[in-house]
């Protein structure tokens, strides 16, 4: 099982980008999913979760207002609108389906991650 994640780039600051995460089957219709974000040095941290069905969502406060996270089950997809993309949003991304339906806020709660995409946000 693989999660794909792309749609980083290059933008500047107050700009936007959506990340999409796609998986390799059919599986996550009944996990929750999440966003990650990493800078080089720092620890991998939480960006946004949606449980199974879309019902709940959950944003870091960094990014809250800014991004929105939603999941098309039909297609395996998860995605993140990124507005109003500030300089400190810089970092690779990662997508991750969790172990449970909810909304889970950690990283030990996922046991799949993908491979990441990088966003980087120019002043």
């Known amino acids: 099982v693989q999660l794909q994640a792309s749609g980083g780039g290059l933008v500047q600051a107050g700009g936007s980008l959506r990340l999409s995460c796609t998986a390799s089957?059919?599986?996550?219709?009944?996990?929750?999913m999440g966003w990650f974000r990493q800078t080089p040095g720092k620890e991998r941290e939480f960006v946004s979760a949606i449980s199974w069905n879309g019902g709940s969502t959950s944003y870091a406060d960094s990014v809250k207002g800014r991004f929105t996270i939603s999941r098309d089950n039909a297609k395996s997809a998860l995605y993140i609108q990124m507005n109003s993309l500030k300089p400190e949003d810089t970092a690779v991304y990662y997508c991750?389906?969790?172990?449970?339906?909810?909304?889970?806020?950690?990283?030990?709660?996922?046991?799949?991650w993908g491979q990441g995409t990088l966003v980087t946000v120019s002043s």
């Open positions: 991750a389906a969790a172990r449970a339906a909810g909304l889970r806020f950690t990283q030990r709660d996922y046991n799949y």
């Open positions: 089957r059919r599986m996550f219709s009944n996990n929750g």
